[in-house]
DNA sequence: TATTCGATCCAT
DNA sequence: TGGATCGAATAC
């Protein structure tokens, strides 16, 4: 798909079944809000309704995930533990409901500013090591929901990379604090990146 | 209407 | 390892 100045975003064209390579393709991508601009390390897939009980739309449309169901390229942002916020962004045929978690990144422009909204990160690296710091760095929250991120209209704006990400350099494994599908392996890294989050196997509240 | 619990983060 | 904290989803 063609939108001006000079960027292309093939991934939007894609299809839901391919929502895995479409998350890796977004990785390296920048993501820019509130003077601050992220490289995204760190990504999960979830594709839409019935396949993946792990995905907040499986069950069907609902007040929460109604942005899933529309077109690619919006975010899907939800509060999560009462006090946390995540974003996903929409891919594949408007109806599938297939998204991309975007789930850390490397702060590469605003430093200054992101320190100063992320005053518990220690060093840099931890400053977007994690959904919920991506998006304090940000400065984004609920109101980011439904918002295109490709056409300029909202608060945040993605860009490719100036170099793309390698196969090679790709990692991959078991989603991250979900508590099904624990053996589909569709959580992607950058391999080496500093700034990806640290993996801690899911454990349910009540014991079992 | 009532209850449950999460695609998290941080200090201990 | 556990506590914070609240609203969407699901169970009555």
């Known amino acids: ?50 396949a993946d009980p792990a995905s907040h739309a ?31 962004i929409v891919c594949g045929e408007v109806g599938a409901a297939a998204a991309v978690l975007l789930r850390a990144g490397e702060v590469t422009g605003g430093l200054a500013t992101a320190r ?6 220690r060093r840099d ?3 977007a090591a994690g959904p919920g710091k991506l998006m304090q760095v940000l400065a984004l929250d609920r109101r980011a929901n439904a918002s295109s991120v490709v056409d300029g209209t909202g608060p945040a704006t993605l860009r490719p990379p100036g170099r793309p990400v390698l196969d090679g350099d790709v990692a991959s494994g078991p989603r991250v ?3 099904a ?28």
């Open 116 to 121: 100063q909204r992320r005053p518990a990160a």
């Open 1 to 50: 798909m063609w939108l001006g100045c000079g960027v292309t975003y093939a991934w939007l064209d894609a299809p839901a079944t391919a929502v895995d390579q479409t998350a890796r393709e977004l990785l390296g991508w920048e993501l820019s809000a509130n003077d601050v601009t992220v490289r995204i390390s760190e990504v999960e897939a979830y594709s839409g309704l019935g």
């Open 181 to 208: 599908a624990h053996d589909v392996p569709w959580r992607f890294w950058i391999a080496g990146d500093a700034s990806v989050s640290a993996y801690r196997r899911h454990v349910p509240r009540r014991a079992g």
């Open 125 to 127: 690296r931890d400053l």
């Open 58 to 88: 499986h069950r069907g449309v609902t007040g929460r995930n109604e942005v899933m169901f529309g077109p690619a390229g919006a975010l899907y942002v939800y509060q999560i533990y009462g006090m946390y916020f995540c974003a996903n």
């Open 177 to 179: 604090g979900v508590t």
